[in-house]
C-alpha cells in the first residue's frame, strides 16, 4: 500500500502591524525590532571581517630601526684651513681674556700675570701626579681628610706611563726626566700603600693600622 504524499505544511505569519479593528499589534513591533537588531549585529560582524581580512592583505609598514653608530657614516676629519682657523679664533679668545684677567690682578695688587695660568706639559704631568697622590691617601684637598681609591690610582699611574710611552721621542730632557721621576715615585708609593692595606695584624711587628 502506497504512503500518503505528505504535503508541506505552510506557516502563515500575519505580518500587518494593525489589527482589524484599527489597533496597533505590539507582538509585530516587538518582533519587527528584534529582526532589525539582529540584522545590525549581522552587519557589523560581516564588516569587522573585511576589515580584517583587507588589513591582512596589505604590506606590512617596515619597522623602524634605531641607528647604531657603526651604521652612521663616518664624519671627515676638518680640513687643514678649517683647523687653522678655529686655532686662530681660540688664540684671539684666549688673548682677549689674558688681557682682562691682568686688569683685574694689577688692580687687586696681585702679582701674577696671564701666563702664569697657561697650560704647559710640565703643569699637565704635576696635576696628574697629584690626583694620583690624593688617591693614595698621601694628600688631599685643604680641609678634608685623605681617603684612599687604590683602583683610581693603579689608572692614574697607568695613564702616566701611557703618556711616557706616546711621547717617547718627542720630550726635552728635562721634561723626559721629570715625567720618569714622578712616575718612579708613584709606582713605589703604590706599592706601599698596598702593603700597608694588606699587612696581616698577625704579622709580626704589625698591628693591621695604616701609620
Given at each position: ?14 505580518r ?14 516587538a518582533?519587527?525590532?528584534l ?6 549585529e549581522?552587519q557589523?560582524?560581516q564588516?569587522r ?10 604590506p ?14 663616518e ?47 710640565e703643569?699637565f704631568?704635576v ?6 697622590l ?16 687604590l ?18 721621542g ?26 700597608m ?12 693600622k695604616?701609620?
Open positions: 500500500m502506497a504512503e500518503k504524499e505528505q504535503k508541506p505544511e505552510f506557516v502563515v505569519t500575519d500587518r502591524l494593525f489589527s482589524t479593528d484599527g489597533e496597533l499589534r505590539h507582538d509585530v513591533v518582533d519587527e525590532e529582526r532589525a537588531a539582529h540584522e545590525r549581522t557589523d560582524t564588516q571581517v573585511n576589515d580584517e581580512r583587507a588589513a591582512r592583505q596589505q606590512e609598514a617596515p619597522t623602524s630601526t634605531v641607528t647604531t653608530h657603526a651604521d652612521e657614516p664624519l671627515p676629519a676638518p680640513s687643514s684651513a678649517e683647523q687653522q682657523a678655529s686655532a686662530d679664533a681660540y688664540s684671539a679668545s684666549t688673548r682677549q681674556f689674558d688681557e682682562h684677567l691682568e686688569k683685574e690682578m694689577r688692580k687687586q695688587g696681585q702679582p701674577h700675570r696671564a701666563q702664569d695660568f697657561e697650560m704647559t706639559f703643569k704631568i696635576s696628574i701626579y697629584m690626583t694620583a690624593m688617591q693614595l691617601g698621601l694628600a688631599a684637598p685643604q680641609g678634608e681628610k685623605p681617603a684612599v681609591d683602583i683610581g690610582a693603579r689608572q692614574t699611574i697607568d695613564t702616566l706611563s701611557i703618556i711616557q710611552e706616546k711621547t717617547k718627542n720630550l726635552a730632557p728635562a721634561e723626559e726626566n721629570m715625567l720618569q721621576n714622578l712616575l718612579y715615585e708613584l709606582r713605589m708609593a703604590y706599592l706601599e700603600v698596598t702593603n692595606l694588606t699587612r696581616s695584624p698577625q704579622a709580626p711587628g704589625g698591628d693591621g695604616l701609620k
